[in-house]
Antibody, heavy 121, light 108 residues
Framework: QVQLQESGPGLVKPSQTLSLTCTVS??????????WSWIRQSAGKGLEWIGR???????NFNPSLKSRVTLSVDTPKNQFSLNLRSVTAADTAVYFC?????????????WGKGTTVTVSS | ETVLTQSPGTLSLSPGERATLSCRAT???????LAWYQQKPGQAPRLLIY???TRATGIPDRFSGSGSGTDFTLTINKLEPEDFAVYYC??????????FGPGTKVDL
């Protein structure tokens, strides 16, 4: 059973880079027709998709965040990562990683528990 | 960009009642690319329905999805106490991007 676990600093200073890693266990990040995504949720708000990456490295991003986001994958470590540059208080949120099944139907079937990131000096 | 609207914002019901949640898109959505999630406080979203009407593994059959084009519905028959949560619809579309609706809270 595939499980995902987010990790990274819980506090980031304004204008700096938010960096998170998602570790995949119970399966290979290279298997199947899967992409790997980041989604965030601000306090009391809805879900915002950040972007997705395939194990071969292809990426797609939310247009509203595209200029500040980098996604990468480390297949030997079975991890994928998010870098969000020039953060402000508006980037304070719970960040989730998720597996995206894109074989035929497109949906996020496995989620990490989420990690809270606060942007503050 | 396709925007999803969910209604109502809050649905106040009692256990045993039926919940009908609406998700409306500003552009036509492929039925293959419409999904529903349940989220409880402090938890990650949980996949309920994908491809508009296919229940995810382990999801009880009181949950059902329907719809096409720009109008989609999640129905929960005979609400159980554990069903009180927030429900989000999600679509995949051009750009290519995923977008989520703002959510419907099913409240006691």
């Amino acid at each position: 059973q595939v499980q995902l676990q987010e990790s990274g600093p819980g506090l980031v200073k304004p204008s700096q880079t938010l960096s998170l890693t998602c570790t995949v266990s119970g399966g290979s990040i290279t298997s199947g027709s899967y992409y790997w995504s980041w989604i965030r949720q601000s306090a009391g708000k809805g879900l915002e998709w950040i972007g997705r990456i395939h194990a071969r490295g292809s990426t797609n991003f939310n247009p509203s965040l595209k200029s500040r986001v980098t996604l990468s994958v480390d297949t030997p470590k079975n991890q994928f990562s998010l870098n969000l540059r020039s953060v402000t208080a508006a980037d304070t949120a719970v960040y989730f990683c998720a597996r995206v099944d894109m074989y035929y139907y497109y949906y996020m079937d496995v989620w990490g528990k989420g990690t809270t990131v606060t942007v503050s000096s | 960009e396709t925007v999803l609207t969910q209604s109502p914002g809050t649905l106040s019901l009692s256990p045993g009642e039926r919940a009908t949640l609406s998700c409306r898109a500003t552009q036509s959505v492929s039925s293959n690319y419409l999904a529903w999630y349940q989220q409880k406080p402090g938890q990650a979203p949980r996949l309920l329905i994908y491809g508009t009407s296919t229940r995810a593994t382990g999801i009880p059959d009181r949950f059902s999805g329907s719809g096409s084009g720009t109008d989609f519905t999640l129905t929960i028959n005979k609400l159980e106490p554990e069903d009180f949560a927030v429900y989000y619809c999600q679509q995949y579309g051009g750009s290519p991007t995923f977008t989520f609706g703002p959510g419907t809270k099913v409240d006691l």
